[in-house]
């Protein structure tokens, strides 16, 4: 599996002074799986902002003093980063800061907007400068004009939704007021919970209120804008129900932890639902069900208990790679599906196995699973996937980029199956995505090309970087 995942948000709001950067620290390393390129953390202390944002993993950016230097506070931000828009430079950096007449802002941002290169050509011939090639710079720079002319940031926010199209989930910060936003159609989750009276988290997922020991209060509803300040929370609603929940199945099949629930539903459980649908849709006779590690690992488990076939451990991921596997040079050409993974012989030597994995992109990855496999001694591989075939990019936060990248675009299922080596193959149908979550209300455009919103094709995910080099 060669997709990587988008972004990660936290955010703490205290009616006390307290290490709320601690607190955005736990929250982010449990976030870690939606972005592992670069990462940041903002606090507020009485209305100062006191920020360090760096590319790498957060154990390696916040290592040494770098969390003591920062002060207490009563609020803080933080994300971790996978750059879906705008390249991985320093710059690109989340949360991004805005210091401003009407007051400062910080921001952090999961999701892609679908209208940001009309947005922002619309500002920059307005005057507008922009500092990042990142699309989160927009809508900061949308609700802070916004707030020019509004009684407070949360009703600039609101009006800025009107303005805004597209993926976003959002953590902004004033000096005085902490608003988690998440866009009409709920494409990416947020929601929050309560570690004491006066002391509230935001998350993109619940595994992060659970590491910082909060209890789940809920998820916010799509549209919803939230509001925490010294007077309480306050909901508003006013752009909840405008239009149909799109939230993103792939959050369910790959992205999400499997200990997160989103919008109610268990990861975990939709993708055992996903395993079992795998074995009614496309059954074989087999000895042993296996799970490519992590994403798959759950499906397998769905796979056998409707099956019959007895789940084993068929490969071990290796716990130590880090965010990009960097490989030392030309003359050692080992096969880095090798460093990731390993197979399991006691478990594969001379059985029938069946192989779930969440996706095929290239497929590349999987015919390098499936050779490691025969050459451990399976004796036959049966591929399941539980997902459909992608067949469209993803507008809203993923580097589901190009079709021309995606094999199920240009080649048959059987045509796959022998590319990869595999001596049969089964999708997840796509009219079954909706018993994953008992729901129809999901985005599955990578699968069907039905956007919920318009999307401009003709422009790639490094659009801006691409305007600043034609620019030249
Ligand atoms: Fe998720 Fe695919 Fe929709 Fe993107 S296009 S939001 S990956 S379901």
Redesign the pocket.
Known sequence: MSIHEECGVFGVFSSAQTNVSDLVYYGLYALQHRGQEACGIVVNDDGLFYSHKDIGLVGEVFGGSKLRDFPKGNMAVGHVRYGTTGGSSRKNCQPIEVNHQKGKMAIAHNGNLSNAYELRNKLELTGAIFHTTSDTETIAYIITKERLNAPSIEEAVSRSMNILCG?YSLVVMSPAKMIACRDPYG?RPLCYGKISDGTYVIASESCALSAVGAEFIRDLLPGEILVFSKSGIESRKEHCSTKTKKT????YIYFARPDSKIDGVSVHKARKKAGHILAECHPVDADVVIGVPDSGLDAALGFSEKSGIPYGIGLIKNKYIGRTFISPGQETRVDQVKIKLSAVEETVSGKRVVLVDDSIVRGTTSGRIVKLLRDAGAKEIHMRISAPPFLHP?Y???D?DSEEHLIACKYTIPEITEMIGADSLGYLPKEKLGDLIESTDY?????DGEYPTPVMTNIPKNKFEQKISEAK
């Open positions: 993926a494409f993103c199945i792939f959050e993803c809203y936060g993923t589901i985005c599955s455009a990578c699968f």
